[in-house]
Nanobody, 124 residues
Framework: QVQLVESGGGLVQAGGSLRLSCAAS????????MAWYRQAPGKQRELVAVISSGGLTNYADSVKGRFTISRDNAKNTVYLQMNSLKPEDTAVYYCKVDARTPGTLGFVNTREYWGQGAQVTVSS
């Protein structure tokens, strides 16, 4: 099994910055894509940013130029640097990791794992 621990959420004024971290631990054979999602009250969960195992990134249009996703493969950790925050960025942010874990008979299992969520609140 894989456990994800998120940190770095909080309250910030509009225009400010926050950095989220998500560390994966457990019986990890490898990690494919890592991503950040967010869910605001009354809205569906949406993809914010994703980074491949090779470092390729993609962002939601609403955060391009303001947010940066990165990863430290040695630490199995993904980060989200959020700058120029806006009140509409207020949401619970979740990390998602596609991880490979050892299975039986030498097989490798691949599945998604989600973090517990981190509240980000941006005041106007």
């Amino acid at each position: 099994q894989v456990q994800l621990v998120e940190s770095g959420g909080g309250l910030v004024q509009a225009g400010g910055s926050l950095r989220l971290s998500c560390a994966a631990s457990g019986s990890i054979a490898g990690i494919n894509a890592m991503a950040w999602y967010r869910q605001a009250p009354g809205k569906q969960r949406e993809l914010v940013a994703v980074i491949s195992s090779g470092g390729l990134t993609n962002y939601a249009d609403s955060v391009k130029g303001r947010f940066t996703i990165s990863r430290d493969n040695a630490k199995n950790t993904v980060y989200l640097q959020m700058n120029s925050l806006k009140p509409e960025d207020t949401a619970v942010y979740y990390c998602k990791v596609d991880a490979r874990t050892p299975g039986t008979l030498g097989f490798v299992n691949t599945r998604e794992y989600w973090g517990q969520g981190a509240q980000v609140t941006v005041s106007s």
